[in-house]
């Protein structure tokens, strides 16, 4: 199947500092992908959806300009935690949705997932 | 978006076979029905999808009724590395939302 990785899988960084965290798809091109946060024992939040070349389309209650999302090309998209607060400590997951094409991916939406990445801000 | 309701638990022994109820009344014609699993600190894996009636691979099997209001995962022979969540999801190429989902406990 497809991969999505994630780098770093897991972060420590100091109250006030930015983290960055990326999400590639290794062998196959993402128009969309999707940023997740979760908490321990609860499910996945979606957090934004990253559109390669436009701005990231936020879910309510999330703030942009603290969940930095940057899709610049069809294999990368990163996610900037700014300013992190202890707060942010969570568990970040991306995924990608390939892009329609015949074949195996071909009008199934599918959804591949990243390894995640767990930040703890201290 | 359709919502899923899903039971929050189930318990299993090994060597039993788990189904999973995934309800989604309000499901659109061009939906399809995916299910995934999660173990802790690991982002979800794939497991099954389908559209209509049943779908079988390599390690479930997916029934979908003729209304597709609903679907059930079916998981044969579980083991101890079985012990996850599993997600029922319902989309078409639009933003995914996940559900509670239902965390499998398979004891020895």
């Known amino acids: 199947g497809a991969v999505v990785s994630q780098h770093p899988s897991r972060v420590i960084c100091k109250s006030g500092t930015s983290v960055k965290i990326e999400c590639r798809s290794l062998?196959?091109?993402?128009?969309?992908m999707f940023w997740y946060r979760q908490f321990p024992k609860q499910s996945l939040m979606l957090m934004a959806t990253s559109n390669e070349g436009s701005k990231a389309t936020y879910e309510q209650g999330v703030e942009k300009d603290k969940f930095l999302i940057n899709h610049a090309s069809l294999t990368l998209s990163t996610l900037t935690v700014t300013s992190a607060h202890p707060e942010d400590s969570s568990f970040y997951i991306c995924?990608?949705?390939?892009?329609?094409?015949?074949?195996?991916?071909?009008?199934?939406?599918?959804?591949?997932f990243g390894e995640g990445s767990r930040l703890t801000v201290l | 978006l359709a919502k899923t309701t899903q039971p929050i638990s189930m318990d299993s022994y090994e060597g039993q076979e788990v189904n999973i109820t995934c309800s989604h009344n309000n499901i659109a014609t061009n939906d399809y029905i995916t299910w995934y699993q999660q173990f802790p600190s690991q982002g979800p894996r794939f497991i099954i999808q389908g559209y209509k009636t049943k779908v079988t691979n390599e390690v479930a099997s997916l029934f979908i009724p003729a209304d597709r209001k609903s679907s059930t995962l079916s998981l044969p022979r579980v083991s101890l590395s079985d012990t996850a969540v599993y997600y029922c999801?319902?989309?078409?190429?639009?933003?995914?939302?996940f559900g509670a989902g239902t965390r499998l406990f398979v004891k020895a």
């Open positions: 995924s990608a949705r390939p892009q329609r094409q015949g074949g195996l991916f071909a009008n199934t939406g599918e959804l591949f």
């Open positions: 999801l319902v989309g078409f190429f639009f933003k995914t939302i």
């Open positions: 062998d196959f091109q993402a128009t969309t």
